[in-house]
């Protein structure tokens, strides 16, 4: 089946691509999809539209629902549906592929976060049975990851992603990484994210890696982040570059600089984080990062195009 490159491709067509369609779509892209990651349990910021449609209205492609609990899911301001149809009404109002981070968290780490915005859920964990009730609700993409605090270990990614490839790696497609060290003392700066990580994460069945981008971290540089992607597309893998550290709530020259170093250091995958506000980007950052990534024509056709189409 051939397939249209993502950021040009109508949500009629989108809807029926796999997961190897869908592979496909990103990769012909070459460096330009944008992901918005937002917070659904939460008043969004228009109050009455959900942060994930306000984001595919600034040209998301790609919307990674980040705090989203399978087993008691909640999007602020999507219309009421059963359980299992949140993600599908969430699809059906953006026409945008559908994401949700899982985390390996550490319990005895994780319980510090209680009474915080990042408490855990059992919904949230990254088990095979959570990672099966997401895939039955329609998630196109999976990322295993650690949101601050929850302990989340690069260890603990792997073991984890074999799991869940095991699970559901036929369905729905897989990322694994972090963007900032989690709570794990040992796994800062460019520990974050080694070679070895790398390796491990794709053996154990990862179809993405994610990064953080350069310059969010302390030692993640451009040089550093290329050396990781080269890694990765020797293997026929995608490279995703996230934006985690509230930087998505810097200035647009900030954004500007960040979208293009993740450019030439070659990522496929453009994540910016959900706490410019709590809830997701500033919006005026996810347009100019867009923009910086792929100019004005792409993103205004994203921005345009009617999901009915």
Same mark, same amino acid.
């Given at each position: 089946m051939k397939v249209r490159r993502l950021l040009e491709c109508p949500a009629s067509e989108l809807a029926t691509y796999g997961k190897q369609e869908l592979l496909a779509s990103?990769? $012909? /892209?070459?460096?330009?999809?944008? *992901?918005?990651? =937002?917070? $659904? /349990?939460?008043?969004?910021?228009? *109050?009455?539209? =959900?942060?994930?449609?306000?984001a595919a209205s600034l040209g998301a492609d790609i919307l990674l629902l980040n705090m989203f609990d399978v087993r008691q899911p909640i999007v602020q301001a999507l219309p009421k549906v059963p359980v299992n149809e949140t993600v599908r009404e969430l699809k059906r109002l953006t026409g945008r592929v559908i994401g949700i981070n899982?985390?390996?968290?550490?319990?005895?780490?994780?319980?510090?976060?209680?009474?915080?915005?990042?408490?855990?859920?059992?919904g949230r964990l990254a088990t095979a049975d959570n990672a099966r009730l997401a895939a039955d609700m329609g998630v196109d993409l999976i990322v295993l990851t650690g949101n601050p605090g929850n302990g989340v270990s690069n260890d603990a990614i792997v073991q984890a992603l074999r799991e869940i490839h095991a699970a559901v790696g036929d369905r729905v497609l897989l990322a694994a990484g972090k963007m900032h060290a989690s709570g794990i003392a040992g796994e800062g700066g460019e520990k974050i994210m080694t070679p070895g990580d790398t390796e491990a994460f794709m053996n154990a069945g990862a179809d993405i890696i994610l990064l953080p981008a350069p310059g969010t971290v302390p030692g993640i540089?451009?040089?550093?982040?290329?050396?990781?992607?080269?890694?990765?597309?020797?293997?026929?893998?995608?490279?995703l570059t996230a934006i985690g550290t509230s930087q998505e709530g810097a200035d647009t020259a900030t954004i500007r600089q960040i979208a293009l170093m993740c450019k030439m250091a070659g990522a496929d995958i453009h994540h910016i984080g959900d706490t410019g506000v709590p809830g997701m980007a500033l919006p005026q950052n996810i347009l100019a990062y867009s923009i910086a990534i792929r100019g004005e024509r792409h993103t205004y056709h994203k921005m345009a195009q009617s999901i009915n189409r």
């Open positions: 990103i990769a $012909g /892209c070459e460096g330009r999809v944008m *992901a918005c990651e =937002t917070i $659904g /349990c939460i008043q969004p910021l228009l *109050a009455d539209v =959900t942060n994930a449609e306000y899982l985390e390996p968290a550490d319990p005895q780490l994780f319980r510090d976060n209680d009474g915080t915005l990042w408490k855990m859920g059992a540089t451009m040089e550093y982040a290329h050396h990781l992607i080269q890694t990765i597309h020797a293997r026929g893998k995608l490279a």
